[in-house]
């Protein structure tokens, strides 16, 4: 017999009592909750039936108002840790379901958390939850809940929750009950509403703002439960909570005839139910295909010793790239990557460590006019301030509509990636137009005529000693506050790998703008991670695996496993050769970040000559 979960389990005979892991100390649900709530549930489950863009319900005044407030003070006094990865960023204190392990004297300090864990998990409000929820029963065994701090910067993007055996998910909101959260201090809880099977929108309908008191929950449904929280805005103000999951009935909690049909009733249910997001995060293959290059010669190709380059007047007679060739790529490209000795030097920098970064890479006027005309759409769009902001003045929330306009679409699915794409055929002169305020025909020449073509494809292959063979690439704009991609590979098969192409942009009108994208602190990095290892739990495998993070507190884990991390870059080109199964992510662009990440994101196919 197999537990719902895949661990094995024994069957518990119908004669025999049920054996019942009870949770240290008592519960009384009827002192714990808001006088009368427990009779609410059938006026409350009309309310959650009713409600879009999934069913979900707010309990406001959940707990004693005394009681939660020693809870708060409980909690607010524990050590929290920031753990961050590519899906979040937040402070986390221990698992708060095992506070029955603690010593006798470490338990008396949380005697509070213990009666409300005790009473939120008591049979009297798990009968409640499943009559609202629609459920049914939930397990009496299996506590899960924990406590999170999201400070400044904190951040949980689009995911669907579903882990395990997980039946409802919810939080309790601790924000401070004498200064009530405002909606601009950020934090919300944000649905996604299903614009196909297992497919959220790109952006949210419903955002629930976090109130003293107040438990929202909705039931866990694999590829449809679609949420995250918004980034916190507020400078000097948390959002703590408690958020959990109640569980399906555990092996333990039946009898051997309620094990049985509980097995049917999945093996049913099972063919039907869409794929989880998690699950999804394997490979993007199928929705962004490659397309054939032309092919090319590398006869010629070969190149001089990597000495240290002249100032002026370098012998151009043995550059392995024809007239012809340089005259074409001379006004895309920084001259300087044009000669021979520092191609050279590029080609033995990659092939020592498969990747470089080639900063100052475009020709100088076309970077400034790229450079000024990213930063003018920033600005026109409510992107970026005027004047540089203080470290004391909160950033905006999300305006989910700004930049949407002209050829520039919102692309999804956001469970897997959420930013401006670049989209429909522009005209693509063979020569940059050096606009000001509109970056988006420039960036489409780089895009479709010198990426596309045999000079440049010939100058990646003196770099890399890669021979590109077919390209997919997209042209993306990652606003503060909203975008990202998460973690994912290049292609479900780990034999094929890509030369990844990255020619980023990003604002540094000013010195602390530059060491704001170089801190990594306002995300937009470009991080590569060793393949997951088939851990089950998204968070938990992101956090051992991703290393790109900054320095840990006082008696945290680090999170090695990061192979390659790039901080966002104005003018840069990174090149990096990815083998299939490596996984790689932007990292979300927090709303304090200077402006925009925009990038030309192209990932070409290859053949390694010997």
Known sequence: MKHPNGEGAAATSPKKPRLIKRLKGEANPQKVFRQGLL?????????????????????????????????????????????????????????????????????????????????????????????????????????????????????????????????????????????????????GLELLPVVSKGTPAVHPTVIIPPSWNQMAMFAVQPGHSFHSVAEVVSVDRDRPSISGWFHVMQPEDMTEEEFAAYEKEQAELGAEKATASLDQLMNDDGEFPFHDLPKFSVKGSHLPAPTEPEEEGEDEDSTPLTPEEIAFLKPFINPMYLKPSVIAQANERFCSESSIQLTSFLEPSLAASLTASTIHQDEHDDLLPKKPRSPKTPAPIANY??????????????????????????????????????????????????????????????????????????????????????????????????????????????????????????????????????????AQYRAQKSGYGNEMEDGAEGDGGALLSVSATSNCLNLVMREGEVMRFIKYVGARAPGSRWDVAAEFQYEQLS
């Open 39 to 187: 009779n609410e549930a059938e006026t409350l489950r009309k309310d959650y039936v009713k409600s879009g863009p999934y069913q979900h319900i707010v309990i406001p005044s959940l707990v004693s108002d005394d009681l939660l407030r020693r809870v708060r003070q409980e909690l607010l006094a524990i050590h929290a840790t920031r753990k961050e990865t590519d899906i979040y960023r937040v402070f986390q204190t221990g698992d708060l379901a095992n506070l029955d392990g603690l010593p006798d004297h470490e338990l008396k300090q949380l005697s509070n958390l213990l009666e409300l864990r005790n009473a939120l998990y008591s049979e009297e409000f798990r009968d409640f939850v499943g009559k609202v929820c629609g459920v049914g029963k939930l397990s009496p065994s299996k506590a899960d809940l924990s406590h999170n701090r999201y400070k400044a910067g904190c951040h949980l993007l689009c995911h669907d929750d579903v882990i395990g055996t997980r039946s409802v998910s919810y939080i309790i909101y601790l924000t401070d009950p004498d200064h009530p959260w405002k909606p601009e201090d950020g934090g």
């Open 401 to 538: 509509e700004a930049g949407i306009k002209g050829n520039w679409t919102p692309t999804g699915p956001s469970h897997k990636h959420r930013f401006l794409q670049l989209n429909h055929p522009l005209p693509h002169p063979k020569t940059p137009t050096l606009s000001k305020t509109d970056p988006s025909t420039d960036l489409a020449s780089i895009q479709h005529t010198l990426f596309t073509s045999k000079p440049f494809l010939r100058f990646l292959y003196l770099i890399t000693s890669l021979k590109p063979t077919s390209l997919r690439s997209r042209i993306r704009r990652f606003r503060p506050g909203m975008d990202y991609t998460l973690a994912t590979t290049s292609s479900a098969n780990e034999d094929l790998g890509v030369l990844d192409a990255t020619l980023c942009f990003v604002c540094e009108r000013t010195k602390k703008d530059a060491e704001a994208w170089a801190s990594d602190e306002v995300g937009g990095f470009d991080c590569y991670m060793a393949p997951d290892e088939g851990n089950e739990d998204p």
